[in-house]
């Protein structure tokens, strides 16, 4: 596998490429325990930076472990890690944090041994006009009761992972996942939105995906222009039905879904105006 360039802070200093970082008995990399986040670089900016160092350390809360990074040195870090780059070259910054050492009883981990690390590397912005295709996943999101889903955790993402494995090998690129009711939760990778005359929709957070930055941004960006935006519980008719489909996440920001199922939809008004208020905003 060829890694695009990387730079990473760890134990005081920069290392550069896929610097190892577990040990065979390391507790994260037997039983895992991580948390990460994800926020971009891309044109000069870093929207939102703050709110995915804020969530890094919720996460690690949520997981058991210990948040020993205080916001504002992961942000200093995140802005270090790009300066060791072109400007304006597009980033993935990832904060990490993992559990070291096992606690008393083996499969629990020992929240004073957790370790750290952030991450930033080369991600290309993907082309808005290559538009994805997505189908109905035959797997599920977990309730908070099955895992832990108010953590951005590594160990939830096995699942998302073979729903993409499983929908790339019917021809699509995405997968939308439903909760255990049979309602619509998010995408193996970002959030999603529906229009409707005029009018989006998007699944209301019920404990069972993540509710993410860029979906919360955008949308207070569309009810400040206006745009009708109604949370709630959606099923996967409604999206066979939608006027346009689109997807929110820190990765591709607001994207657009060009086929659902069989049927093709052309990416529409509420997803060109969202994708415009998002960019208005990074830069703003
Ligand atoms: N859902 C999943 C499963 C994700 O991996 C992501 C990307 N972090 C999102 C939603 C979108 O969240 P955010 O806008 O905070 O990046």
């Known amino acids: 596998h060829h890694w695009t360039q990387t730079w990473t802070f760890l134990d005081g200093q920069w290392h550069e490429g896929n610097v190892p970082i577990m040990g065979v008995r390391t ?34 809360l949520a997981m058991g472990l210990k948040p020993v990074v205080p916001v504002e040195k992961w942000i200093e870090l995140a802005h270090a890690g790009v300066k060791r780059f072109a ?46 295709a997505v189908t109905l996943s035959p797997f599920r999101r977990p309730t908070i009761e099955c895992a832990v889903t108010d953590a951005k955790a590594g160990a939830l993402y096995p699942n998302n992972s073979r729903a993409l494995v ?33 009018v989006a929709f998007t699944p209301a ?24 935006v109604v949370e709630t519980a959606l099923r996967w008719s409604d999206f066979r039905d939608a006027d346009e489909v689109f997807t ?11 086929r659902v199922e069989a049927r093709e939809l052309q990416p529409g008004p509420v997803f060109r105006k969202a994708r415009k208020l998002y960019w208005d905003f990074a830069h703003g």
Do not use: Q
């Not at 325990?33 to 995915?52: I, Q």
């Not at 019920?206 to 207070?220: H, K, Q």
């Open 27 to 60: 507790h994260a990399s037997w039983l895992g325990t991580s948390v990460f986040d994800g926020a971009r670089a891309f044109e000069g900016v870093t929207p939102d930076l703050d709110l995915h160092c804020l969530r890094v350390n919720r996460s690690a």
């Open 87 to 132: 400007p304006g070259t597009a980033l993935y910054i990832r904060p990490m944090y993992w559990a070291e050492f096992p606690g008393p009883r083996t499969v629990d981990a020992d929240p004073e041994s957790t370790r750290w690390c952030l991450s930033v590397y080369e991600a290309g912005m993907p082309d808005p006009a290559r538009g994805a």
């Open 166 to 198: 499983e929908a790339h090998g019917r021809g699509f690129d995405n997968a939308v996942l439903c909760d255990m009711l049979g309602n619509v939760a998010e995408l193996a990778t970002a959030n999603i939105f529906l229009a409707k005359d005029g």
């Open 205 to 228: 957070p019920n404990g069972t995906f993540l509710s993410g930055i860029t979906r919360t941004r955008s949308i207070g960006l569309l009810r400040e222009a206006g745009v009708e």
């Open 248 to 258: 929110t996440g820190n990765y591709s920001k607001v994207a657009p879904i060009t």
